[in-house]
């Protein structure tokens, strides 16, 4: 399956943003899929990740309660939708697909090309 990201920029701290990753190839209900991210001089680290029917999610403790991902099966899309943004969400995001859902980048097999987020004090 190919993934594409976007919807990255720049915004103020507090301010929201949605990232979305479009998924093409092959059938996007039979991945469950995540983002992850990646900050300067930092490894890459779990975001968020959802089911392949969208019925379970988890998150990163360091993202719980401000962002949300979901997922529109109909339209080969997924979405992380981030709000109350801090400094130390600026990274560049990846979106991945996988047969199972999971914490850990290893078991993931299908990445898209990464879309920047900036955010601002």
């Known amino acids: 399956v190919q993934l594409q990201a976007y919807g990255g920029g720049l915004v103020q701290a507090g301010g929201s943003l949605r990232l979305s990753c479009a998924a093409s190839?092959?059938?996007?209900?039979?991945?469950?899929v995540g983002w992850f991210r990646q900050a300067p001089g930092k490894e890459r680290e779990f975001v968020a990740a959802?089911?392949?029917?969208?019925?379970?999610?988890i998150y990163a403790d360091s993202v719980k309660g401000r962002f949300t991902i979901s997922r529109d099966n109909a339209k080969n899309t997924f979405y992380l939708q981030m709000n109350s943004l801090k400094p130390e969400d600026t990274a560049v995001y990846y979106c991945?697909?996988?047969?199972?859902?999971?914490?850990?980048?290893?078991?993931?097999?299908?990445w898209g090309q990464g879309t920047q987020v900036t955010v601002s004090s």
């Open positions: 991945a697909a996988n047969s199972l859902t999971s914490y850990y980048s290893d078991d993931y097999d299908y």
């Open positions: 959802i089911s392949r029917r969208g019925g379970t999610t």
């Open positions: 190839g092959r059938t996007f209900s039979n991945y469950a």
